[in-house]
């Protein structure tokens, strides 16, 4: 099975678990990844091919390297077999260097050098059918955290966990398709599922910085987060999750909201429509006039005030006005209060300046005064 099989088929083996939800109560480390090949039974008694049988049927080997390259170099021992190989032709090519093993029944294919992201594929194919990627791992490939030494961790439906080497397996009865998706290839927990697990596992500064990171990246909404805290409440991250949320942030929008009522008041001062969310060289900003060279950027949605946030938008905002433009940032409270008014300039745009129409262009022109 390729992994995107089973990646479609993760979530109908979710579905057809207990209702129950299983939270990380039961959650297991391995032992060492340094067990003989010998302990994946390709060495089994009678039946075996004797080395190269398979290479006279011709059409493996190729076949295997197609497998491997949609694989980041990776082949399982099912594959393998389905392939045409026998056990002894598997054996084979591991004593002889064309095989090395990376996990239990999942190999490199050619050389032992594994690609990027190569591992965290590997743990998820060896944990077999339904497995996800998860927790610290996903956070890292979703870039919300960076790589640090430790076990891979992988979610497995509560009917497939067995102990695995140098993986830690958690094991739920409820994963919905709404909570997987694929990422480069790897099935992996969306990122609002990603912070929730990780809320089991990390500490409270490294779990705010990576729901900063995930906001920032927009990669993740409020209102998703709370969809998926409406649907695990019972989630042993899910109190310190909400708690992050909420927590320092009693009149803040969400960042749908905030664009919404900051576009309504333009549109009552007759001002000329911004791009919304547009991209400026590395950065996306919240409402930009082009030919102005004017950005205004929306504060005080959820997350916009966690640690990281000031210094990140400051460097942002050095960086665009090195580029030339003039960078306005826009409080939840002025946009609550401008729209109560029905009107912007002073009252919404900061640093004492104000917008106007100049009537005398044949198309209207903002310009700042």
């Avoid at 911004?274 to 400026?280: E, G, I």
Wanted: proline residues 5%; hydrophobic residues 40%; charged residues 30%.
């Amino acid at each position: 099975m390729t992994a995107s099989e089973h990646a479609e088929r993760r979530s109908r083996r979710f579905s057809e678990a207990e209702t129950q939800t299983v939270h990380a109560a039961r959650v297991e480390v391995a032992g060492p990844c340094d067990r003989p090949a010998e302990t994946d039974d390709l060495h089994a008694r009678g039946g075996a091919d004797k080395p190269g049988a398979a290479d006279k049927r011709g059409g493996a080997d190729a076949h295997i390297a197609r497998i491997a390259a949609a694989q980041r170099g990776l082949v399982t021992r099912d594959q393998l077999l389905a392939a045409g190989l026998g056990r002894g032709a598997v054996a084979h090519r591991l004593t002889s260097g064309r095989l090395h093993r990376l996990h239990r029944g999942v190999y490199l294919v050619g050389h032992p050098v594994a690609p990027t992201l190569a591992h965290e594929l590997a743990a998820v194919l060896t944990c077999g059918e339904g497995a996800i990627l998860s927790h610290r791992s996903a956070a890292v490939v979703w870039e919300l955290l960076r790589p640090t030494d430790g076990p891979e961790h992988v979610t497995v439906p509560a009917q497939n966990r067995r102990r695995r080497p140098c993986l830690r397996v958690h094991s739920t009865s409820r994963l919905g398709p709404e909570d997987t998706t694929t990422r480069r290839g790897i099935p992996i927990t969306t990122p609002s599922r990603t912070v929730l697990d990780l809320a089991q596992v990390a500490e409270q500064r490294e779990l705010a910085r990576a729901l900063d990171e995930a906001e920032t990246r927009r990669l993740i909404r409020r209102e998703a987060l709370l969809a998926v805290l409406d649907r695990e409440p019972g989630h042993r991250g899910a109190a310190v999750l909400r708690a992050l949320i909420d927590g320092g942030r009693g009149g803040s929008l969400t960042r749908s909201e905030a664009e919404e009522r900051m576009l309504a008041l333009i549109r009552v001062a007759a001002l000329p429509r911004p791009r919304v969310n547009a991209r400026l060289g590395r950065y996306e900003v919240d409402l930009l006039w082009e030919r102005e060279r004017l950005v205004v950027e929306v504060d005080g949605y959820a997350f916009h005030s966690l640690p990281s946030a000031f210094e990140r938008d400051r460097l942002r905002d050095a960086e665009l006005g090195s580029a030339g433009y003039r960078v306005m940032r826009v409080t939840w409270r002025q946009i609550v209060e401008g729209r109560k008014s029905g009107s912007v300039g002073g009252r919404v745009i900061p640093s004492g300046s104000r917008c106007v129409m100049d009537a005398s262009e044949s198309t209207r022109r903002l310009r700042m005064v």
